[in-house]
């Protein structure tokens, strides 16, 4: 059978290594499983995308669609037209798009009106309830058109039986992204910049922001910034720029020694740094998974998160969007009171396999 494997932007690229890897494992045993990977190239920048490819050893794309920046529509109607071309030219058997990106979506649609493609959701099923992002729509209107969820959580296996899904079509196997943290763990390096800035082992913050809610106005993205550094008692803030955000930060002056505006870092620098900060704030979905599961102190600037477990099980806490949260944090997180977290169920690393022996059992090939 042939797997179309889709990635657009930065998380795709981690959630995908390990599920090409369990491909070809399984079929170094004779199973005839075989992946054609896709790139759609909604991310482009080295740093967002070739330099992933490198770190995490994924092989070349066998298809970039190139289809740049744009609006939502744009990007969706580009991605859509590229994609309908390659099926209609070498069809698939399975399309299996992962996490919530407008290339989840636009693939999914694409697949499923050419020849009924079956579709896999990895990741399918998480809800934040809050439509104003894109991300929300994109993950509603992938799973009404989905024909196997695989799923991070129970919560999410909940979310998909109350939309009238059946049981058998859905299966708990757990995270991807985790199978790459675990695998590349003791690959982590730590970047020239520690000796630069003169970090000390949970002696410093890690922060991201890139959601259009905090970031595509100035003055909202601005104050952000201001109450985080204030409130870190001079300890040092590393702050790796997102693109989106890269474009308002241009011309914004903000004068704190402890804050450094870096370039996005590769994953096994940035993670490195994660593992040894005192906290994360973001508002980055996978890196609350990530913090969770390195026990790391995660607070995250939304009012809603799709993956509850980081907050239930994990270090994860919700302050919002108002700056005004942040401070009490901090004191919080500074005073030791933070919440130590577990690993949600079936975050183990070994999700990838599950996968591809569900797809092995569904295809009839084992
Ligand atoms: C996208 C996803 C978001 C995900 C994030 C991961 C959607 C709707 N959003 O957001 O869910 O959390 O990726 O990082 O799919 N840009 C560059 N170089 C690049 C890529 C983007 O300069 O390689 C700039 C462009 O100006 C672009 C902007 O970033 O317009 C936004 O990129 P886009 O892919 O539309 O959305 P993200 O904010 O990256
Ligand atoms: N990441 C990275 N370098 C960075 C910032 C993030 O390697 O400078 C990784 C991070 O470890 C995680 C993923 O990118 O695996 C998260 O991507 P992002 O926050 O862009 O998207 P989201 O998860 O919010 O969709």
Redesign the pocket.
């Given at each position: 059978m042939l797997i179309d494997i889709i990635a657009g932007a930065?998380?795709n690229f981690?959630k995908i290594a390990p599920i090409i890897e369990a491909i070809e494992a399984i079929r170094a045993t004779g199973i005839d499983m075989n992946y054609r990977l896709v790139h759609t190239g909604q991310h482009y920048d080295k740093k967002m995308s070739g330099d992933f490819f490198e770190q995490l050893g994924i092989p070349a794309p066998h298809h970039n669609l190139e289809v740049g920046s744009g609006t939502q529509a744009e990007q969706t109607g580009r991605i859509m037209i590229g994609y309908e071309k390659l099926l209609l030219d070498t069809p698939c058997d399975l399309c299996v798009v992962v996490?919530d990106?407008t290339s989840t979506m636009a693939c999914s649609i694409a697949a499923k009106k050419v020849n009924n493609t079956k579709v896999a959701h990895v990741e399918g099923g998480i809800r934040s309830g809050d439509w104003t992002m894109p991300e929300e729509i994109n993950r509603i209107v992938t799973d009404a058109i989905t024909d196997y969820f695989f799923t991070t959580s129970d919560v999410a296996n909940n979310n998909l039986r109350k939309a009238g899904i059946a049981d058998s079509q859905v299966f708990f196997v757990g995270n991807t992204?985790i199978d790459t943290l675990y695998k590349q763990m003791p690959r982590f390096t730590k970047p020239e910049l520690w000796n630069r800035f003169g970090l000390i082992e949970k002696g410093y913050i890690m922060m991201?922001l890139?959601r259009p809610a905090n970031v595509d106005d100035k003055e909202k993205l601005k104050e952000l910034i201001t109450e985080i550094v204030r409130a870190s008692q001079g300890i040092p803030v590393i702050f790796?720029v997102?693109p989106r955000t890269a474009k308002m930060l241009e011309n914004m002056a903000i004068n704190a020694s402890n804050l450094h505006v870096i370039d996005?870092?590769?994953?096994l620098e940035?993670?490195y740094l994660?593992k040894n900060a005192k906290a994360v704030i973001t508002d980055?979905?996978?890196?609350t998974e990530?913090a969770t599961v390195m026990s790391v102190p995660c607070m995250t600037l939304r009012d809603s998160t799709e993956r509850p477990e980081t907050c239930t099980v994990g270090t994860n806490e919700l302050l919002g969007t108002d700056p005004k949260s942040i401070a009490p944090a901090f004191e919080k997180l500074f005073s030791g009171q933070w919440k130590k977290g577990a690993i949600p169920e079936l975050w183990d690393g070994k999700t990838s396999g599950r996968i591809v022996k569900h797809i092995a059992r569904i295809f009839g090939l084992s």
């Open positions: 930065r998380p981690i996490g990106v992204m991201t890139h790796p997102h996005p870092l590769g994953y940035f993670n994660v980055s979905g996978g890196i990530e």
